[in-house]
């Protein structure tokens, strides 16, 4: 201290462009480059810090104005220094701390300068060069080491560094919080060692980082900079190291959490939640990524983790995009297209939101999928993602799903894309966006009333040889075409191989399974065919087949039942039970399974089923008459099944069961049979439709055919005719005496 003086005099020439270089050259020696100058200024900031207090003040006092402005100034000199300069800066300074030089001359100079500098020591430790273990006798100075044969006790050590003003968090603080942010040094440091198995080191390691996410937070009620750091560090240490230990760095992360539960200064703020989401986190992550390497033959489990770690790397954008490619890949690599697409549209959506392209973030890509809105992020933080890296991914995730033949969803992708490409005046992708999208419209016109999409399936697995997925439901989607047998033959065997093939059970009904009936040693996988299910209001914007096979997410199927217990009985009472699964997420995803997370019945009694079967008709008739180019085969294959039928549960046994008591007076009139009543109108007259056209594009070879499907529909309205005609008193009697029961919801 004695010496600052001269010190200070010495530093105040260091920013003088005495020379004409504009670099200060002592002795003839090599100019101060600007790391020198940095570490120089930070042996400074050391002995301020360090020095007594009284002894400090005496000195300052002693100081002519003149050099007490220089001492300000290089102060300020060091703010400076450790200010954010951008990705490009960091990664160019980060080469320059590990460029080792030959010369003995200059390594005995740059340890006089400062290479051995606190700050330093961090950096080099972090970079493998330095094996001293300088920072952890400062790191504990105002308080006693744990005993190193019992296991420390966490919260005194926490005291320790919460209160003593010379702690290791004050020190960080005061070193430049960047020092985290900059490459995640401290971080990791502190990350493998509390994966350690010294149960001392692991206990000092987690006091550390949770005084640092504690301090972060107190800086401005937030420590996104952490855990964006801590995320990162654990991605490049899992599986990296031979003495990482996955069950040492689990009880770190329970101390942490414990550390947050009763830190009582903090307990009325966010803090604690924050700290339980990001351990939660990170046990998430630890888990899938060990977890990856014993799935790897099972490609959904493999997804649904990717997608998880993916999931947990939030915070962390370049880790996520780097994960949402991956999923990509495994998709290519299965001929997923669709769901390459989305994974690439999720990254693009991400990207999106760190720019706030558009000033809409990731709902600019809402209409490409429902699903984009899960990249919003309130945080952003890596501000070095650029349209480049927009443009990319949009222009990968346009090629996929032309691959996939989603021409629809191709559209709206380069509707993000273009405004992008006009900005910067490119127009030779201007030109190539609009050769793609000729050719994206002219496939769908080509392909109209040809193109076929995904089959879904609902899946469930009872059994505790399933883990994680016992009791669990899933959507599954397949490919195109694809029959429920091929899907339980694919099931059956690669669970079969898996847990023994007399250990898998296929349940192939839809009923709903009584768990305590089943096996607990065996595996039961139940597996049902379902269809996108719509609301009338939904159905009137969902008019084409791609429509209403995109973006969807909730299913249906129907189960078959009579009150007495069969599948099937008589007309009369044979009633249905249509179940409606919601999706956690609308399909296509980044995955082809997702979870079920909400289940919806609706019990139809016999009329509204055979309401429903009427309607079903009408809407095959409807289709089949006013397809373009008509195809006659069809059209006489829907015909036939309705008019020609001989089967005693077709449209005239229906009518006669349901309506002929109405007619006959033995029966008062329902809304529900009133329905049913006008359903059948609107039946008979899509079928004298259907015979019209049908006459038009015979040929000759056909014509009595033709007669006979005439006869048949003449013997039918004959005998509908009385039953579908109101009776006198008919309005009235529906208009009066209705409850609420008689608006039963129609599914």
Request: proline share 4%; hydrophobic share 35%; net charge positive.
């Amino acid at each position: 201290i004695l010496q600052l003086d001269s010190e200070i005099g010495q530093f105040g020439n260091l920013y003088t462009a005495s020379s004409p270089e504009g670099d200060f050259k002592q002795n003839g020696r090599p100019p101060f480059n600007s790391e020198t100058s940095r570490n120089l200024l930070m042996c400074l900031v050391w002995v301020l810090k360090w020095a007594e207090r009284g002894a400090l003040a005496a000195c300052v006092a002693e100081l002519s104005p003149r050099r007490l402005h220089d001492l300000l100034a290089l102060i300020e000199l060091c703010f400076k220094c450790q200010e954010y300069k951008g990705r490009k800066e960091i990664m160019k300074c980060a080469q320059q701390n590990v460029r080792k030089t030959t010369d003995i001359k200059s390594k005995l100079e740059d340890v006089i300068l400062g290479q051995g500098s606190a700050r330093n020591d961090f950096i080099m430790r972090r970079k493998g060069a330095c094996k001293r273990e300088r920072w952890r006798k400062e790191l504990w100075r105002g308080g006693a080491r744990a005993d190193s044969g019992a296991p420390p006790q966490p919260q005194p050590h926490l005291s320790v560094l919460m209160d003593d003003p010379c702690s290791t968090p004050n020190c960080i603080f005061f070193l430049g919080w960047s020092c985290c942010g900059e490459e995640s040094g401290t971080c990791r440091v502190l990350l493998r060692h509390c994966a350690a198995l010294a149960g001392s080191t692991r206990a000092h390691a987690a006091a550390t980082l949770y005084a640092l996410m504690r301090q972060h937070y107190q800086l401005g009620n937030n420590f996104s900079r952490v855990k964006m750091q801590v995320t990162m560090s654990l991605s490049s240490l899992v599986g990296t190291s031979t003495t990482f230990s996955e069950d040492s760095l689990r009880r770190a992360l329970k101390t942490i959490l414990m550390y947050a539960e009763h830190d009582a200064d903090l307990a009325d703020t966010t803090f604690p939640e924050q700290v339980k989401d990001l351990v939660f986190n990170l046990h998430m992550i630890l888990s899938d990524t060990v977890k990856m390497k014993e799935f790897q033959e099972d490609p959904e489990m493999l997804l649904d983790l990717m997608h998880r770690i993916a999931r947990g790397y939030q915070h962390s954008p370049d880790l996520r995009l780097t994960w949402l490619n991956n999923m990509a890949q495994k998709h290519m690599e299965r001929s997923n297209h669709t769901e390459a697409g989305m994974c690439l549209i999720h990254g693009a959506a991400l990207v999106a939101e760190q720019m706030c392209a558009g000033g809409r973030g990731a709902a600019l890509l809402q209409r490409v999928t429902h699903n984009a809105l899960d990249e919003s992020c309130a945080d952003a933080l890596h501000h070095h993602l650029t349209h480049l890296e927009l443009q990319a991914l949009l222009e990968h995730a346009a090629s996929e799903l032309m691959t996939a033949g989603m021409y629809e969803t191709v559209n709206e992708v380069y509707k993000v894309l273009i405004p992008i490409a006009e900005e910067h005046r490119d127009y030779k992708k201007l030109a190539n966006i609009h050769s793609k999208l000729n050719e994206a419209f002219t496939r769908i016109e080509q392909l109209h009333g040809k193109r076929v999409f995904g089959t879904y399936f609902r899946v469930s697995f009872y059994g505790a040889r399933f883990g994680d997925l016992d009791n669990e439901e899933f959507i599954y989607k397949e490919h195109a075409l694809t029959k429920l047998p091929e899907i339980f033959s694919r099931l059956e065997n690669f669970y079969g191989a898996r847990f023994g093939a007399d250990n898998v059970v296929i349940i192939k009904d839809s009923n709903i399974v009584d768990v305590s009936t089943l096996d607990p040693d065996k595996a039961y996988i139940q597996i049902t065919y379902v269809e996108p299910y719509f609301e009338p209001h939904e159905l009137r914007k969902r008019v084409t087949h791609y429509e209403k096979n995109y973006n969807i997410k909730r299913f249906m199927y129907a189960t078959p039942f009579t009150v007495g217990g069969r599948a099937h009985g008589d007309i009369a009472e044979q009633c249905k039970r249509k179940t409606i699964l919601t999706a956690a997420h609308h399909f296509p995803y980044v995955k082809t399974r997702i979870q079920v997370v909400q289940r919806t019945q609706i019990i139809l009694t016999p009329i509204e089923v055979a309401i429903e079967d009427i309607q079903k008709k009408i809407n095959e008739l409807a289709a089949a008459t006013s397809q373009e180019p008509a195809d006659p085969k069809m059209l006489q294959m829907v015909v036939q099944g309705c008019i020609g039928t001989t089967v005693n549960q077709g449209p005239l046994e229906l009518a006669q069961v349901f309506l002929a008591p109405v007619a006959e007076g033995t029966q008062p009139p329902t809304r529900l049979t009133n329905k049913l009543r006008l359903a059948f109108k609107d039946f008979s007259k899509k079928c004298h439709d259907a015979l019209r056209k049908n006459k038009n594009l015979i040929g000759s070879d056909q014509r009595e055919y033709q007669r006979e499907l005439e006869r048949n529909f003449t013997r039918f309205t004959e005998r509908l005719a009385p039953l579908v005609t109101a009776t006198r008193g008919h309005v009235t009697q529906l208009s009066n005496g209705l409850s609420k029961q008689d608006y039963k919801y129609q599914a």
